[in-house]
């Protein structure tokens, strides 16, 4: 099994799993899912990399894909924010026969939206970011990142040790490089959703680049923050109904 620490919310039912994504943990990022343990039985893990997790010098997208398929047991609903889409999306198209259903949110694959301008003025941008920004100032760094995204996020300074180590990590990502397999996982039976907040127009051109091509479900919930799950409700609904549909189907 993976080395991977995981936060465990609800008893029983049908098994769904949360991967966060950049500058996040696994409690924060599905703060707002917690609500669905009556119904669900929810597995979020730490990315490696993010404590309490194991550190490591360089995030891997397919490593990380590799330690989710672990966590998907005998078959499991799979969910993914931010890079941690782009993680799900690939451990999906590993296994897909343990995925029941495949729920992403503004996952960062700009090479699939390649060709439609605001990814690739996006796409352009991070990757001028990671060339001028100094990387041996975390902070400094984030707060460009974020404004390369228009994403409206004061962090607290100094940063506190576990956002300090996810800054780190960030720092070896290349967002721009991290494209996904969608046409394959388009052949994978399981009904797929992309979910957006409005905020990037970059992160809108890849989910519909990706919507398209998997042939997923396309929801936005427009004037939302870039981690759409927290604002509550209105997404667990969308997200419940997405689930139960593909519970119906696998059953």
């Known amino acids: 099994m993976a080395e991977l620490a995981v936060e465990q919310w609800g008893e029983s039912g049908p098994r769904t799993v949360m991967v966060h994504g950049s500058l996040s943990s696994a409690a924060a990022a599905f703060s707002e899912q917690r609500v669905l343990a009556d119904r669900f039985r929810i597995i979020a893990p730490y990315r490696r990399g993010y404590h309490p997790s ?42 897909p026969e343990k995925v029941w259903s495949l729920t992403v949110i ?9 060709g439609r301008p605001a990814a690739d003025r996006l796409s352009t941008a991070l990757r001028r970011h990671w060339a001028e920004a100094d990387s041996g100032d975390p902070e400094s760094f984030v707060a460009g990142f974020l404004k390369v995204l228009n994403i409206d996020l004061q962090l607290p300074s100094p940063l506190p040790p576990p956002l300090l180590e ?22 994978a039976p399981f009904p797929k959703l992309v979910v957006t907040g409005g ?49 119906a189907l696998s059953a």
């Not at 503004?106 to 390649?114: C, I, S, T, V």
């Open 54 to 95: 194991p550190r490591t010098d360089r995030i891997d997208p397919d490593r990380d894909a590799a330690e989710i398929v672990e966590l998907l047991g005998d078959g499991a609903h799979l969910l993914g924010t931010s890079m941690g889409g782009v993680v799900a999306m690939r451990a999906a198209a590993v296994a």
């Open 106 to 114: 503004e996952p960062p694959a700009l090479p699939n939206g390649a």
């Open 166 to 187: 996810a800054a780190r990590s960030l720092t070896t990502e290349r967002p721009w490089e991290t494209g996904v397999p969608a046409e394959a996982l388009a052949q």
């Open 199 to 247: 905020g990037t127009p970059g992160f809108e051109d890849v989910a519909d680049a990706l919507a398209e091509a998997m042939g997923a479900k396309r929801v936005l919930f427009d004037g939302s923050p870039h981690a759409v799950q927290r604002i509550g409700q209105r997404f667990n609904d969308e997200l419940v109904a997405h689930l139960s549909a593909a519970g």
